[in-house]
């Protein structure tokens, strides 16, 4: 169990949440998130945005996905009553891992869902990045909404804090050692 505490007061959500500062802006993300939450499905075009906006690297694989399956994957994501199978089901669609997934569900789905980030990660206490994303999913989204609840805030305000808490404190990632990652150190 990861056992995320902020590292700030929640009072200081507000200003943390002003902080936020990504590069990429997130007007368009919710703007598209806001027309998928009355469609209810993603169309190929703005699933193709948000999967750019939170992970752009594998934008050849997010590509290969044809509208008929986005459609068909997100507008079952969105509708299924089963909460374990929201984040699986759109991890079906080529290149979304469950951090994209993730984002997608933060920002399309008409319940609360947080963003998984390695800043949001360590705003939370978390110093090294989880092996498996999936696996800490359920504990982050009832630590987030229960903190949201607790602070009077939306989900949407809290991402922005976690990821403006940690640009502040100048965390920009976690060390590949912290990641899980085999890391080869310098012969002596």
């Given at each position: 169990m990861?056992?995320?505490?902020?590292?700030?007061?929640?009072?200081?959500?507000?200003?943390?949440?002003?902080?936020?500062?990504?590069?990429?802006?997130?007007?368009?993300?919710v703007e598209i998130g806001a027309a998928a939450k009355a469609q209810g499905y993603l169309t190929r075009p703005q699933f193709l945005a948000i999967a750019r906006w939170k992970s752009p690297r594998p934008a050849k694989h997010h590509e290969k996905n044809d509208a008929a399956t986005v459609e068909a994957v997100t507008r079952f994501a969105f509708t299924t009553p089963v909460e374990s199978l929201r984040l699986s089901a759109l991890t079906l669609l080529k290149g979304v891992q469950p951090r994209t997934a993730s984002a997608i569900l933060h920002l399309c789905h008409r319940d609360p869902y947080p963003m998984m980030d390695v800043r949001a990660f360590w705003s939370l206490g978390i110093d090294e990045e989880p092996r498996d994303w999936a696996a800490v999913w359920a504990e982050y989204t009832d630590t987030c909404r229960s903190i949201a609840a607790e602070a009077k805030t939306d989900l949407r305000t809290l991402?922005?804090?976690?990821?403006?808490?940690?640009?502040?404190s100048g965390q920009v990632a976690m060390p590949a050692a912290k990641r899980g990652l085999n890391v080869k150190k310098d012969s002596p």
């Open positions: 990861a056992h995320f505490r902020p590292r700030f007061p929640l009072d200081e959500i507000p200003r943390w949440a002003e902080a936020y500062t990504y590069p990429l802006g997130d007007t368009e993300p991402d922005r804090a976690l990821w403006g808490f940690s640009d502040h």
